[in-house]
């Protein structure tokens, strides 16, 4: 089992940063792909992006975040970050934190659900 703790969500201005944090628990880390996902009212959960658990730590971003996100995980403090700059109002969400071990088939697919662990999310508000 896996628990994910997320934090760093809050209410800022349209072209402000925030830096999101999930903290897990659980299984070794270090051997879990992790990733963030996002869901606005009313709209279907997406990936945002992920990162594998080993060698070069590989990463994706949705085309709507990239050049303005950057995911990244800590090992030794069991934790990943999504640093997120120039917020815009399309980005209000609800922000999970997805853990898993899994091919690479399935965590690059950018599909939610393959992905076993969750967080209980945290609301990113971006005003305009």
């Known amino acids: 089992q896996v628990q994910l703790a997320e934090s760093g969500g809050g209410l800022v201005q349209a072209g402000g940063s925030l830096r999101l944090s999930c903290a897990a628990s659980?299984?070794?880390?270090?051997?879990?792909?992790m990733g963030w996902f996002r869901q606005a009212s009313g709209k279907e959960r997406e990936v945002v992006a992920a990162?594998?658990?080993?060698?070069?730590?590989?990463?994706y971003y949705s085309d709507s975040v990239k050049d303005r996100f950057t995911i990244s995980r800590d090992n030794a403090e069991n934790t990943m970050y999504l640093q997120m700059n120039s917020l815009k109002p399309e980005d209000t969400a609800v922000y999970y934190c997805a853990a898993d071990n899994l091919p690479a088939s399935l965590w690059k697919s950018r599909r939610s659900a393959p992905w076993n662990y969750w967080g209980q999310g945290t609301q990113v508000t971006v005003s305009s």
């Open positions: 990162v594998s658990w080993g060698g070069n730590f590989a990463a």
């Open positions: 659980g299984r070794i880390f270090s051997r879990l792909n």
